[in-house]
């Protein structure tokens, strides 16, 4: 049983935008913390972006912080990835999880969740130069 669905990846120019949806099943998403991580070809999982259960708080990798929001509809069971100013060194395939054992979000968690956990099977995400 898979229990989230990554959408919405695909080609875009430097510079441009894209929006990341994960749907998960009720179990996962209710009353838990989600977030997003990425992996580019022959490189580590990286830690991305996280968000507290009912959207109160959110965590940013440094890599991130200022051109990706990270957002949630709990009414729908999915969580987003708004991108923009898109660059190159961000493609990677996007996949999302959640922390099942928290309803806020623990940057320690998640950071160690990237290297070490299970993820969905991501969506590719390709930024040309």
């Known amino acids: 049983q898979v229990a989230s669905v990554e959408s919405g990846g695909g080609l875009v120019q430097a510079g441009g935008s894209l929006k990341l949806s994960c749907r998960a099943d009720e179990y996962t998403f209710n009353n838990h913390a989600m977030g997003w991580s990425r992996q580019a070809p022959g490189k580590e999982r990286e830690f991305v972006a996280a968000?507290?259960?009912?959207?109160?708080?959110?965590y940013y990798a440094d890599s991130v912080k200022g051109r990706f929001t990270i957002s949630r509809d709990d009414a729908k069971n999915t969580v987003y990835l708004q991108m923009s100013g898109l660059k190159p060194d961000d493609t990677a395939v996007y996949s999302c999880a959640a922390d099942t054992s928290r309803a806020v979000v623990s940057s320690t968690w998640w950071e160690s969740y990237a290297q070490l956990g299970s993820w969905g099977q991501g969506t590719q995400v390709t930024v040309s130069s």
């Open positions: 968000i507290s259960w009912r959207g109160g708080n959110t």
